[in-house]
């Protein structure tokens, strides 16, 4: 079994990327393989409501990753989609590609249904919350289970104030431990 670990910040190895990172240790260690994703950081269209996607359930926009991750997705057991926070919400451009990617998936195929699915947010401060919220829409959208932790699933930034994030990076490991838990059910 494998699961799909989405990177949606511009920075390949940043503060997302470690929180997903705690996630990958976890799952790896139960025996669950991973896969990354990285949305990288050139444009990304937002959707332009064609209506394509009725037929084809891929996007006709063709010049960005999302129906490489369309097919990521469905090559995976479960995923994980990290995202920094950006003025409480996830970044624009991880939100541009995603509501493309589950227009086209879920919207009209349900191409998703069944597959566990989790979000995460690195942030400084605050607004992870509002932001995991967000990522979780598309998600209860798909007929996919959401999987949870024993804390919203958030990390503080090593640029925080908060100091070294001991509860956040438990918090990243149990949702590893409850998505391979959901896997084997
Ligand atoms: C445009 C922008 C807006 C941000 N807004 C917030 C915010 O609302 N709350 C917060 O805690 N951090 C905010 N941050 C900080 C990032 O969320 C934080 O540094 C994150 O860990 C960066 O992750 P990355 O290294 O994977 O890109 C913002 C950063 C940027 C660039």
């Known amino acids: 079994m494998k699961v799909l670990l989405v990177n949606g910040s511009p920075h390949r190895k940043g503060e997302t990327y470690n929180a997903l990172s705690l996630v990958e240790t976890a799952l790896n260690e139960k ?13 990304v269209r937002g959707c332009v ?27 995976s057991d479960g995923v994980v989609i990290g995202s920094p926070v950006y003025f ?24 998703f249904k069944g ?17 995991i919220d967000r990522i979780n829409k598309y998600f209860s959208f798909s007929e996919m289970p959401i999987v949870s932790s024993n804390y919203w699933n958030m990390l503080f930034d ?27 059910k």
């Open 31 to 43: 025996g669950i393989g991973t896969e990354w994703f990285w949305i990288g950081n050139k444009p």
């Open 49 to 75: 409501d064609c209506g394509k996607c009725s037929k084809t359930f891929r996007c006709v926009l063709l010049d960005d990753a999302c129906n490489d991750l369309i097919e990521a997705i469905l090559k």
């Open 88 to 111: 409480a919400a996830p970044n624009g451009a991880l939100c541009a590609l995603l509501d493309r990617v589950f227009y086209a998936a879920s919207t009209h195929g349900g191409l």
């Open 115 to 131: 597959k566990p699915a989790a979000a995460v947010a690195s942030c400084m401060r605050s607004g992870a919350n509002s932001t």
């Open 158 to 184: 090593t640029q925080s104030q908060m100091g070294t994030d001991e509860k956040g990076n438990k918090t990243m490991q149990t949702l590893g431990y409850n998505m391979v838990a959901i896997l084997q």
